[in-house]
């Protein structure tokens, strides 16, 4: 049973007395969780264990009536808000100090409806979760490369995955939402109703209120589709990069790839000699026909002597979920990024000279390909609006048990400064590891964020959703 003992905070915010947090306890029907209570360590856990922090409450919310109760109680209290969906926050706004976490986790339904090409996902839901929903009728959106990543917030940032190339971002396909603002009113955004937060949805993050559902437009594709990974030497890397360079100069956008610079993972089917060694992976999806997809990949079998050639015919779920084994929760993360204009030479050397002086072997360096469908969305259309740039470069700070975690961090910041010239200075708004005005005018051009801004001062004028990627409003 949970304590009765009351809720405190730090001595910056306010002490939630025993009295008020048994009302909240009695106004909603999912569970208020505060420390002291038997769940409460596996309640703060979040997927990326470099945030360790201890909410005052944690409410696990049944539905929108709970996320409504919710919001008034931190609102009425003063409690810093972090809203929780997958978990899998990089810069750690799942979770807050002193503060109440409005947790959608059992908020997981996924329903479908096949004859429109529509799926609406609570904002709970993984990308396991929709997938295994939408495939049933072969029919998918662009997700995230790891299944346990929540649908809601992968696609507020914008929603880089498999399926980029042929059907754009995750937010491009975002055709509406509710949302529960500061206010505490459910509002629904669509084309027509409150068309300028679903713009703001679009790409601009978890800035103007709790998204209690997304709708999707949704696509035919697999259940099959020509997928896997190319594992290649660490020594043929320049090879494979330059080569890749110029192979997606004419990629079919069916095909979406990314080149991987990485350490070789003890898993059985890679041979045990390079177990451990530094590898070039190339990650392949060909969401089209699968008669044309043989050709569309047969270059990239040639970028070197490959280790292992894994790319073939797989069900799409299966590879959603290919590279989850390898990103469970509990280790240590910082991610940052860069939108790239090109790759020339001197970049891939110094591509090159940052993944080899990585301080620990689960750190990488991806570069993803964009373009194609994401590229043929109005600058204007959405929130999101680096749409040119042919490459996006996340570079991924990992240890597994924190040793050299600081190491890492500054490693993967001074990797991301060193390759931000060759492009526009941005950075992908999921990807962008800590909180900071200067890394959010950065993923913004300025007049879309002005924009961002006055949807700021509608919904939320007061930041009471500041933890996030913060747009603050003008006031």
């Given at each position: ?84 969906g997958g978990a899998h926050s990089i810069a750690g706004f799942s ?381």
């Amino acid at each position: 049973m949970p304590t009765t003992a009351p809720a405190t905070t730090t001595a910056s915010a306010p002490v939630v007395g025993e009295a008020t947090v048994g009302e909240l306890r009695g106004t909603v029907r999912g569970s208020v969780i505060l420390p002291g209570d038997a769940d409460y360590d596996d309640a703060r856990a979040v997927w990326n264990a470099s945030h360790d922090k201890r909410p005052a409450i944690i409410v696990r919310c049944s539905g929108t009536a709970d996320v409504i109760r919710a919001v008034e109680f931190a609102s009425s209290q003063g409690l810093p808000v972090a809203v929780r969906g997958g978990a899998h926050s990089i810069a750690g706004f799942s979770t807050v100090e002193a503060g109440i976490v409005i947790d959608l986790s059992p908020m997981k339904a996924v329903t479908v409806d096949p004859g429109a090409r529509r799926a609406v996902a609570q904002g709970g839901a993984t990308w396991a979760d929709f997938d295994h929903e939408t495939q049933a009728f072969g029919l998918a959106v662009t997700g995230g490369l790891v299944s346990s990543t929540g649908v809601g917030g992968f696609t507020l940032g914008g929603g880089v995955g498999w399926l980029l190339r042929r059907h754009g971002l995750a937010c491009d396909n975002l055709v509406g939402a509710e949302v529960v603002t500061a206010d505490s009113r459910v509002v629904r955004a669509s084309a027509e109703e409150n068309p300028d937060l679903l713009w703001a949805l679009r790409g601009g993050g978890g800035n103007f209120g709790v998204v209690t559902s997304l709708e999707f437009a949704l696509h035919p594709v697999g259940p099959t589709v020509l997928g896997g990974l190319l594992f290649f030497p660490g020594s043929a890397a320049r090879d494979v990069i330059t080569g890749w360079r110029e192979l997606t100069r004419s990629m079919p956008d069916d095909l979406t790839t990314l080149v991987n610079l990485t350490t070789a993972p003890p898993v059985p089917f890679l041979p045990e000699s390079v177990h451990g060694q530094p590898i070039v992976a190339v990650g392949v999806v060909h969401a089209g026909p699968l008669d044309a997809a043989e050709d569309a990949v047969a270059g990239l079998r040639t970028l070197a002597d490959p280790i292992l050639d894994h790319v073939g015919p797989v069900p799409y779920v299966a590879m959603q979920q290919a590279l989850d084994p390898l990103w469970e929760a509990g280790a240590h993360n910082y991610f940052t990024s860069a939108i790239l204009d090109d790759l020339p030479d001197e970049a891939v050397d110094t591509l090159l000279d940052r993944w080899w002086a990585k301080p620990t072997p689960q750190s990488e360096l991806h570069i993803h390909h964009a373009g194609g469908a994401m590229a043929r969305v109005g600058r204007s259309d959405t929130a999101f609006a680096q749409r040119t740039s042919p490459y996006i470069l996340n570079v991924i700070a990992r240890s597994i048990d924190g040793e050299k975690f600081t190491e890492d961090t500054e490693w993967a910041r001074d990797t991301r400064e060193a390759l931000a010239g060759y492009g526009p200075g941005a950075m992908y708004v999921n990807f962008t590891g800590e909180g900071g005005e200067d890394k959010v005018r950065a993923s913004y051009p300025a007049d879309t964020y002005a924009k961002l801004v006055g949807v700021k001062d509608r919904y939320d004028p007061t930041n009471l959703f500041r933890l996030n990627q913060n747009i603050r409003p003008s006031a």
